[in-house]
């Protein structure tokens, strides 16, 4: 049978192997992931743009590589839109993995690597904003979990309290390794001083999971016994800065008092006095005051003291989006600002997962860490992948200056990619 030289070309490249179609020349696929940092559970969304000649309508495929195995898997086939513009959802991801898609004709996008952290949550804390006692134990628990929110056993949780001036250091508190079911419970003691305790619970890596973290730090004031006839006590605690509070004291007619006050944790200031008086005809002697950082203080009459208070001053976070509708591959900007101004330290953006069905309290998973500048203010870019109502917050889980906070964003709805 006769053959023509092309086809003779075309069927001589297929015995060996090789493609019959090359890659069209000025073709190329980019890909991008959101989140990038995802924690087990989450919908990955793998988004990015076909370029080059005849871009529209094109097939591509998705392979991923599990971190453990040696080879890529199709995991998903879809189109690119007349744009070019592609996007596939993964839900449910569950362990590091490397992506990659391909095009037959248009060559492959770069590998990408996305780490998927274990879901760390705390199961044991204090309230928030309580008041614990110097030197009494405290338990702290907390739940490692997979993508169908099944306990992982064998993960090594380290507690860490963040109690640094100026600095976003955190000092080891205690560690432990998760049960059968995922839990990890330990007991710790604090001595020394009245003063804010902010603590966060950190999984290590495995060989299949990146480091994670609980999204917010378990906040609460150690305090010390109050001294029998000279009690010290404040309208609320912990307050937020700027806010005004009531400070009380109670003993003998006729006495004056001086209230003191110190804002430098584990008694490294000295007490310095802010306002003095006498007491009424019942022994009473109260005082507005407000505070824009963490303070201990204590009452002297001159020959005996209360007690000494830990007041815990929370920040105040605002935050703003510029946009409340995107369509899904659009970057957006997140806005806000704390007072006071923590420069050089970092807000933190969370986004709501879902809801505990047990409490009815929001599933919060950090996407990125944002600097804050001198004044205050931060600000940062974010892709949103997939289509949907997406919800967001900042935070900052609070040191030695201030307890954490929480401010949400306005909701965003993302619309299906153009």
Avoid at 88 to 111: E, I, L, M, Y
């Amino acid at each position: 049978m006769h053959r023509t030289p092309l086809r003779a070309l075309a069927l001589a490249a297929a015995c060996v192997g090789v493609a019959a179609l090359p890659a069209v020349a000025s073709a190329k696929i980019t890909i991008a992931s959101d989140p990038d940092h995802p924690v087990a559970g989450d919908t990955l969304d793998l988004n990015g743009k076909l370029t080059g000649a005849r871009h529209g309508n094109k097939a591509l495929r998705l392979f991923e590589k599990k971190a453990g195995t040696g080879r890529y898997v199709q995991v998903a086939r879809t189109k690119t839109k007349a744009s070019g513009k592609y996007a596939f959802d993964v839900t449910d991801v569950d362990t590091n993995a490397t992506w990659q898609v391909r095009s037959r004709g248009h060559g492959k996008s770069p590998k990408l690597l996305v780490p998927v952290a274990l879901d760390a949550n705390w199961s044991v804390a204090p309230a928030d904003g309580s008041n614990q006692t110097i030197g009494a134990p405290i338990t702290l628990g907390v739940t490692v979990t997979t993508k169908t929110g099944q306990g992982v056993p064998g993960v090594e949780v380290d507690w860490l309290n963040r109690d640094r001036r100026d600095a976003e250091v955190t000092d080891p508190l205690t560690s432990a390794t998760t049960d059968a079911n995922g839990n990890a419970t330990t007991t710790v003691t604090f001595p020394g001083e009245p003063r804010p305790v902010n603590v966060i619970a950190k999984t290590v890596a495995t060989k299949t999971n990146a480091a994670g973290r609980t999204a917010l730090a378990s906040s609460f004031q150690l305090q010390e016994p109050q001294v029998p006839g000279f009690p010290i006590q404040v309208s609320a605690d912990p307050v937020t800065a700027g806010q005004l509070l009531t400070i009380a004291t109670h003993t003998a007619p006729g006495q004056t008092i001086t209230l003191l006050k110190h804002h430098e944790p584990a008694g490294s200031e000295a007490f310095a006095p802010f306002t003095s008086g006498p007491t009424d005809s019942s022994g009473n002697f109260s005082f507005p005051a407000s505070f824009t950082e963490n303070q201990t203080i204590f009452a002297t009459n001159g020959s005996s003291n209360s007690a000494r208070l830990a007041i815990g001053v929370k920040d105040v976070i605002t935050g703003s989006v510029n946009t409340t509708t995107a369509p899904a591959g659009s970057t957006i900007t997140l806005s806000g600002k704390v007072v006071p101004a923590h420069p050089g330290q970092h807000a933190l953006l969370l986004e709501q997962t879902g809801t505990n069905p047990a409490n009815g309290t929001p599933i919060l998973h950090i996407r990125k860490e944002v600097a804050i500048g001198e004044d205050g203010s931060f600000e940062t870019p974010f892709e949103v992948g997939h289509a949907g109502t997406r919800t967001f917050f900042f935070a900052l889980n609070g040191g030695a200056e201030n307890q954490g906070s929480i401010a949400a964003l306005p909701t965003i709805t993302v619309t299906p990619p153009a």
